[in-house]
């Protein structure tokens, strides 16, 4: 893409109250702006502008609609104390945005000028970034492909799409340690599938575990492997880690789970502070185990909505595993307050993680 490409600015003429910053919620809410870009096939991507955010005008053939031809991304701005506006790694979010169009067969988006975008619409809705405490500035960056076509194909044009939203906390239960019920009936990706990618379809496969997990009063579910149903694989939104015997584990890439921002953060971090961290393949059965024993210490996911989220229980088959007497263990309350701490400006940034908007 021709970093030449100028982004236009249509101003909002209507614009939108602002929400109360203690009921935020997840998501609910939407800036006055939003970034689009088509892509149109020979011609590649063009006209970046910046307009009153709106529906999006679709063809009801528009691939997206038929085939589930897209991909999306979150990350988060957040005001520091003393008025700085900061991104949390970005350019990881936009290298895996890429890896993610790449399998789903979307045209690269070039990162330099996704970082421009992002930094020119965050400049512009500076004032809906929310101060209190646990908020931030949600940033949705999302391809979908538009050309109205039936037959199954790659589509030839996309828009790709930039929407910002200030969000609290993504759980109800905040920081405070959350119910998870372990899956061993569905299955969300196999090796060699786009379980690594970040589309909508992967999530969609999803809602059904979820919700019959919701039913029995767990927040999330915890997926195992497609093949045996037995390795450790994932949270429904989140990467997972688990301490045992003093020792952090989490499950490897390998192709079907995510590869979290935050999940690299924590490796990092862990690593940093010299804490035995193991990337490998755990089995459900060797965390029952170490349960029995006493040994499972503390259990959490990862992720950008939730950054970390304490796990005080996991029903297996039918059992209970309550840890750390469902409360938040020391170890997770230490990388919270690490990442929230670098993430918002408070604690200084050894890693290079954050990217000021000036």
């Known amino acids: 893409m021709p970093r030449k490409l100028k982004i236009k600015i249509k101003m909002t003429k209507k614009p939108k109250p ?21 892509y149109l096939g020979e011609k590649g991507w063009r006209k970046p502008r910046i ?35 900061l991104i949390f790694r970005p350019r990881k979010n936009i290298e895996r945005l890429n890896r993610s169009n790449e399998r789903m067969c979307i045209p690269e988006i070039d990162p330099d000028f996704e970082l421009e975008a992002l930094k020119a619409l ?13 908020t931030a500035l949600y ?17 030839k044009t996309y828009y790709f799409i930039i929407i910002l939203s200030p969000v609290g906390s993504y759980y109800p239960q905040g920081i405070n340690p959350i119910r998870i019920y372990v899956e061993s009936k569905y299955v969300r990706a196999v090796k060699g599938g786009t379980g690594y990618a970040k589309a909508g379809g992967n999530y969609a496969a999803g809602l059904k575990a979820q919700q ?70 755990i089995s459900i059965q060797e965390l029952s185990e170490a349960y029995e024993k006493g040994e499972l210490e503390e259990a959490f996911g990862t ?11 996991l029903n297996w088959q039918d059992r209970n ?20 701490g670098i993430q918002t400006g408070r604690i200084k940034d050894p890693y290079g993680w954050i990217v000021e908007v000036t």
């Open 18 to 38: 602002k929400p109360d910053q203690n009921n935020l919620g997840f998501g609910r809410f939407f800036t006055d702006h939003m970034f689009i870009m088509d």
């Open 51 to 85: 307009v009153p955010y709106e529906p999006i005008k679709l063809d009801p053939g528009a691939s997206v609609l038929h085939y589930g031809q897209e991909t999306f991304e979150g990350l988060k701005a957040y005001r520091s104390g003393d008025g700085r506006i």
């Open 139 to 155: 940033i949705r960056p999302f391809v979908i492909a538009a050309e109205p076509f039936l037959g199954v194909r790659a589509a």
């Open 122 to 134: 965050i400049k512009l809705e500076k004032d809906w970034i929310p101060t209190a405490p646990g």
């Open 212 to 281: 019959e997990a919701a039913q029995k009063g767990y927040v999330q579910v915890l997926w195992l492997d497609g093949i045996e149903h037995k390795y450790i694989e994932e949270v429904g939104a989140m990467n997972v880690f688990f301490k045992i015997k003093g020792k952090v584990v989490t499950p490897p890439l390998e192709g079907t789970i995510l590869p979290g921002v935050t999940r690299d953060s924590i490796i990092q971090i862990l690593k940093q502070e010299e804490i035995d961290i193991a990337e490998r393949r």
């Open 303 to 313: 992720g950008t909505a939730a950054v970390i989220s304490p796990i005080g229980e």
């Open 321 to 340: 595993m309550v840890i750390n007497n469902n409360k938040i263990g020391p170890l997770s309350q230490k990388l919270y307050d690490t990442i929230t």
